[in-house]
């Protein structure tokens, strides 16, 4: 069990919508000693330095996680690292493949090489339902994170340090998600959908951010945890919406698909873990989205 009180937390790209969710639980909830905010967004640090003006737990560090040595420099007497900093736009990534590659593989690697040398206690990374079955490159990108982080407990030979993976799908509200993206073009009466067959899983950011902590309370090493979450067709949502907005087919983008998977079949297989799937209804999302 990992004991909370008086712990320095590592959390990189710490001013994304996770992070700063998590951030928001952990003062709240949490006898944390500090919280280290690293990210290379100085806007966004500025913006969360200010929500939180008088919390002296909070310390804010800019920088890469392609930077070895500023990682290093973060990680001195962390410790937990979370790590959630990456290129998440998959098409930002499909037309950047190098700039993905370097955040995404090699900036983890990173993670995983200054956690060991600085005796880091538990490192737990964010994936992506992407990383099963991937066709593109953020969810390649992913799988390749998933493979550096749960190996690595080969490395720490009898050192103390832990690593685990999460995976889970699309957040709900997050940055770039496709509920605000909706929300906003409620307001003009049309909804661009790539394909009307398109279902995606569904999770809020509370829900990740207790997931991410139930996770850190269990690992042991090389895990990756997975939860299980229904799933909804993208027209539902729309309707859930706005009934009466139009919708306009799009076309797929480039790799995107049309169904996501939470657990490869040979996972599923392996740990049993089903394939009944929940669907949620136009008024469930209703109520959701609100």
């Not at 550096?148 to 407990?153: F, G």
């Not at 929300?183 to 790539?194: C, D, L, R, S």
Request: net charge neutral; with cysteine.
């Amino acid at each position: 069990m990992f004991d909370w009180t008086d712990k320095r937390i590592l959390i990189t790209g710490g001013t994304g919508s996770f992070g700063k969710a998590f951030i928001e639980h952990a003062l709240a909830n949490l006898p944390v000693k500090t919280i280290r905010v690293f990210s290379r967004d100085e806007f966004h640090q500025a913006e969360l330095r200010e929500t939180y003006p008088n919390d002296k737990r909070l310390r804010f560090f800019i920088g890469d996680v392609r930077d070895r040595d500023r990682v290093r420099m973060a990680m001195k007497d962390v410790d937990l690292v979370i790590h959630a900093a990456a290129m998440k736009r998959v098409e930002a990534c499909e037309y950047n493949p190098i700039e993905a590659v370097q955040t995404n593989i090699i900036g983890t690697q990173n993670i995983v090489t200054e956690a060991i040398e600085a005796g880091v206690s538990h490192v737990l990374a964010l994936s992506t339902d992407k990383a099963v079955n991937p066709i593109n490159l953020y969810g390649a990108t992913k799988l390749c994170l998933e493979k550096i982080v749960t190996s690595a407990s080969s490395y720490v030979g009898s050192g103390r340090t832990r690593f685990a993976c999460v995976r889970y799908g699309n957040v709900a509200g997050s940055r770039g998600s496709v509920i605000p993206l909706f929300k906003e073009q409620a307001k003009t009466g049309v909804f661009t959908i790539t394909d009307e067959r398109m279902t995606r899983f569904w999770i809020t950011l509370d829900q990740a951010v207790q997931f991410v902590l139930d996770s850190i309370q269990k690992m042991e090493g090389g895990e990756v945890f997975t939860p299980r979450l229904p799933s909804f067709k993208v027209t539902d949502l729309a309707k859930a919406i706005n009934p009466d907005a139009e919708i306009k087919i799009v076309g797929i983008r480039k790799g995107e698909k049309l169904h996501e998977v939470m657990v490869s079949e040979e996972e599923g297989e392996r740990y049993d873990s089903g394939s009944n799937t929940e669907w949620l209804s136009v008024e469930q999302l209703r109520e959701l989205v609100r």
